[in-house]
C-alpha cells in the first residue's frame, strides 16, 4: 500500500526572503553555514553532488566555448563574412587557415572540425566549372590544368569518422554513406593552365595576380592509399576484401588478398610504415597450407605475381619463399588430359578441379599466368613452373578455330581445343590472352617469334573484324563479333588495350598501332566523362546508327563501377610513351570522381551500382583487391614525374599491375 507519509522526493529550498540584501559578509557566511547545517545529510550530499557535476562540465566545454567566443568576437569574421563574400572575396577566419599541402589531403585541424567552420572556401572569383557531367553529350574537355589558388586550397577530404554526420557534405544512401563534393577543383584560368606562374584570377584585382601552384597528385594518390589502407586496416586486416559499408570483411581464398595486392604498391608509393605491418603479417600470419580452393589465374597474377614483384623491388627473400610455396601448391592445375590447366586448385589437398558445370576453362585465365610461373622458374632454376605454362602457349598458338589471330573465349581441358566457338572479344574471357602475347615477347627479350606472330596477327585481327566507329562523333572501339555479327558493345576490361598497343609500339612494333591506342583511349576516356557521375560503367554500348544520338549508351544491368583499373592502366603507357599532359589530367579527373562517389568516409572505397546517378550511386560495399594492387598503382606512376620508377624498358608489368623484370639477355 502505498503510505500518504512516504516522500519519494526530496523538497529542497533554497531561495530566502531576504538574501539579496547582503551587508555583512560574514554575517552572510554564518547564515549561510547555519542553512548548509540545518539541510538534512541527503540534500547536502544532493547539492555537493550537483555542484561537482557542474564544475567537471564546465571544464570539459571551456576550450570548445572560449574558441566560439574568440572566433565570435572578431571583427573581421563577424559581420564581415556576407559583405565580403558579396564582393567576390572569401574570408577565411583568421588563426583558422588549414596548413595544406597542395592537393594533399589532410585531417582537419581540429580547431576547424569544433567549429564546423567550412575548411573549402568557395572558389570565388573563378568560375564555377561547366555542368561536366549534365546531359550525357560528348565531352572533350581537353586538358585541365591542376593549378589553385593558393589561399584556396582544395578541400582536404574529409576522413574522420565523426565528420559521417555533417549531411552537407555526406550522400546518405539506404544507411551508407559515402563521401561527396570533395575534389571539386575550381577551374583554371587560360593563364593557370598553361604556364604555372602567377595567374589571374577572374574577380580579383588584375594588378595583384593571386600565386598559384601546381597540386601535387601523386601525393593525393598516396591520401587515397593510406584512406583505403585506414578502412582495410580497421575492417579487414588479413582477409581478402574490405566490405567499407558494413565496416567488415569478405573472404575468397582467405589468403589476405588485399594485403598481397597491395605489397609492391606500398613499396612505389614509398608508404613505409605500411609495407613493414604488411610484411610482419606476410612472415608471421600467411599461410598456404589451407584446405581452399583458389581459382588458379586469380592466385597466380594477384598472389604470385604480387610476392614476385615484392621480391624483385625489396630483394628480400621472404617474398621468394611465399611466391615459390603458393607457385608450387598450384602446379596441380596442370594435371590434366591435355595439360591445358583446371581452373580451380585445393592448395592444401593439391587436387585440382574444373568448375563443377563443366570441364572447359577460359582462355584468357590459361594463357594469362605464364610470365609469373617463366619467372618462378628463373628466380628458383627449376624448370618445371615454366614448362607446364610454355606448353599452354604453344597449344594454342597451334590451335584451330582462331578467327584472324582472335581466339574464343574458352578451352577444354580434356580435349585441349576451344570451346563455344564463333564469339570473338577482347574483353573478358579473353583480354589478356592478347596483352601476355606481347608481354611475354617483351620478357623473353624479344626471342620468342610466335608469341610476337599471335601478337601481331591478332591486332590485324582485332582491326579486320572488330573496329567500329560510333555516330555522331566518330568515336573508335572494340566491338564483340558473335558468329559472323558485330555486337557495338565493349567491356570496360578492353581499355587495357591503349596500354599494351603503346608499349608495343615503343617496342619497334607498327606506329599505326600506336594511332590506334590513342584513338581508343579516347574512347575509353569518354567512358568515364559522359558519365553523370565521371566513372565509367562496366559495359558500354554505342551507337552506330547514322542520326544524332549519343555516341556512349549503358544497359540498366552494366551500369556498376568496380574501381577498375584498365583506363588508368592504358593513360600510365599513354603518357609515359608520349609525355602528353593530357593524359594525367584525364587520370585525375578519373581519382576525384573516385574521391567523390566511392570514397566511405570511415576508411575504403567503395565499388558502385550505378554510374549514371550522382546522387544515389549505390554503394556495393566491396573495395576489390585490385583498387590497390593496380588502379591507385597506375594512378601514381602516371602522377610521378620519375621516368625510371618502374622504367617500361626494364619492367613489364603483369595483368595485376606487378612489375616483373624484363630478363637479362643472358639469362
Ligand atoms: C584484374 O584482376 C586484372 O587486371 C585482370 O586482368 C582483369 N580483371 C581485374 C581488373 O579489372
Known amino acids: 500500500m502505498y503510505s500518504p507519509l512516504r516522500k519519494d522526493f526530496v523538497s529542497l529550498t533554497l531561495g530566502e526572503q531576504h538574501s539579496h540584501s547582503y551587508t555583512n559578509g560574514k554575517h552572510r557566511r554564518q547564515s549561510c553555514w547555519r542553512r548548509w547545517k540545518q539541510l538534512s545529510r541527503l540534500q547536502r550530499s544532493l547539492i555537493l553532488f550537483l555542484l561537482a557535476f557542474l564544475l567537471i562540465c564546465g571544464i570539459f566545454s571551456y576550450p570548445s566555448l572560449s574558441?566560439?567566443?574568440?572566433?565570435?568576437?572578431?571583427?573581421s569574421v563577424k559581420g564581415g563574412w556576407d559583405e565580403m563574400e558579396h564582393q567576390g572575396l572569401q574570408p577565411i577566419p583568421p588563426g583558422l587557415v588549414p596548413k595544406v599541402v597542395p592537393g594533399v589531403v589532410q585531417e582537419e585541424p581540429p580547431e576547424l572540425q569544433r567549429l564546423n567552420v567550412p575548411i573549402l572556401p568557395k572558389p570565388q572569383g573563378l568560375k564555377k566549372p561547366p555542368s561536366k557531367r549534365g546531359p550525357p553529350a560528348l565531352q572533350k574537355r581537353g586538358n585541365m590544368s591542376d593549378w589553385q589558388v593558393k589561399d584556396r586550397e582544395e578541400p582536404a577530404i574529409r576522413r574522420d569518422e565523426d565528420q559521417e554526420t555533417e549531411t552537407k557534405t555526406v550522400i546518405s544512401w539506404r544507411g551508407a554513406m559515402i563521401e561527396a563534393e570533395q575534389g571539386t577543383e575550381p577551374q583554371p584560368s587560360a593563364h593557370a593552365k598553361e604556364g604555372g606562374g602567377p595567374a589571374e584570377v577572374e574577380g580579383a584585382n588584375p594588378l595583384q595576380p593571386v600565386s598559384v601552384k601546381p597540386v601535387d597528385r601523386a601525393e593525393a594518390v598516396r591520401e587515397a592509399f593510406r584512406h583505403a589502407w585506414k578502412g582495410y586496416k580497421a575492417f579487414a586486416w588479413g582477409h581478402d576484401e574490405l566490405k567499407p559499408i558494413s565496416k567488415t570483411h569478405g573472404e575468397w581464398f582467405g589468403l589476405g588478398l588485399t594485403l598481397i595486392d597491395a605489397l609492391d604498391t606500398m613499396w612505389i608509393l614509398d608508404l613505409k610504415e605500411e609495407f613493414e605491418e604488411s610484411k610482419r603479417w606476410v612472415e608471421k600470419e600467411l599461410s598456404f597450407t589451407k584446405n581452399v580452393d583458389v581459382n588458379l589465374f586469380e592466385s597466380t597474377i594477384r598472389i604470385l605475381g604480387?610476392?614476385?614483384?615484392?621480391?624483385?623491388?625489396t630483394g628480400d627473400s621472404l617474398f621468394l619463399d611465399k611466391a615459390k610455396d603458393i607457385g608450387s601448391r598450384l602446379m596441380p592445375a596442370f594435371n590434366t588430359p591435355s595439360k591445358i590447366p583446371f581452373s580451380d586448385v585445393n592448395i592444401g589437398k593439391g587436387i585440382a578441379h574444373p568448375p563443377r558445370?563443366?570441364?572447359?576453362?577460359t582462355v584468357a585465365e590459361v594463357t594469362s599466368i605464364q610470365l609469373e610461373f617463366r619467372e618462378l622458374s628463373r628466380l628458383t632454376q627449376d624448370p618445371q613452373y615454366q614448362k607446364a605454362v610454355d606448353e599452354v602457349m604453344r597449344q594454342v598458338h597451334r590451335l584451330d578455330g582462331k578467327h584472324d589471330g582472335l581466339v574464343p573465349m574458352f578451352i577444354n581441358t580434356n580435349s585441349g581445343k576451344f570451346t563455344h566457338r564463333g564469339v570473338f572479344t577482347l574483353g573478358a574471357r579473353a583480354d589478356s590472352y592478347y596483352e601476355y602475347l606481347l608481354k611475354q615477347w617483351l620478357q623473353g627479350g624479344k626471342k620468342e617469334p610466335e608469341l610476337l606472330e599471335d601478337y601481331l596477327q591478332a591486332v590485324e585481327g582485332v582491326k579486320k573484324n572488330l573496329l567500329r566507329q560510333t555516330s555522331p562523333s566518330k568515336l573508335v572501339f572494340v566491338g564483340e563479333l558473335s558468329h559472323g555479327r558485330l555486337n557495338p558493345k565493349m567491356d570496360h576490361l578492353v581499355c587495357f588495350l591503349p596500354g599494351t598497343l603503346a608499349l608495343g609500339a615503343h617496342n619497334g612494333l607498327p606506329a599505326d598501332h600506336m594511332d590506334l591506342a590513342m584513338q581508343l583511349m579516347e574512347t575509353c576516356h569518354q567512358m568515364y566523362v559522359q558519365m553523370e557521375t565521371g566513372l565509367s560503367p562496366e559495359i558500354a554500348h554505342f551507337n552506330l546508327q547514322n542520326h544524332n544520338g549519343r555516341d556512349v549508351d549503358v544497359k540498366p544491368a552494366d551500369r556498376h563501377n568496380l574501381l577498375r583499373p584498365e583506363t588508368v592502366e592504358s593513360l600510365f603507357y599513354m603518357y609515359r610513351f608520349t609525355q602528353d599532359s593530357k593524359y594525367r589530367d584525364w587520370g585525375w579527373e578519373i581519382l576525384q570522381s573516385f574521391n567523390k562517389y566511392t570514397r566511405v568516409p570511415s576508411g575504403g572505397y567503395t565499388s558502385i551500382g550505378n554510374v549514371r546517378d550522382p546522387v544515389n550511386p549505390g554503394p556495393r560495399?566491396?573495395?576489390?583487391?585490385?583498387?590497390?594492387?593496380?588502379?591507385?598503382?597506375y594512378l601514381f606512376l602516371l602522377f610521378s614525374d620519375d621516368p625510371e620508377l618502374i622504367s617500361l624498358d626494364k619492367y613489364v608489368f603483369n595483368t595485376e599491375a606487378h612489375p616483373l623484370p624484363i630478363w637479362p639477355s643472358d639469362s
Open 357 to 361: 558445370w563443366t570441364t572447359d576453362s
Open 621 to 633: 560495399d566491396k573495395m576489390e583487391s585490385f583498387f590497390l594492387g593496380e588502379t591507385l598503382k
Open 306 to 313: 604480387g610476392l614476385l614483384s615484392t621480391y624483385h623491388l
Open 67 to 75: 574558441e566560439q567566443w574568440r572566433a565570435l568576437s572578431d571583427d
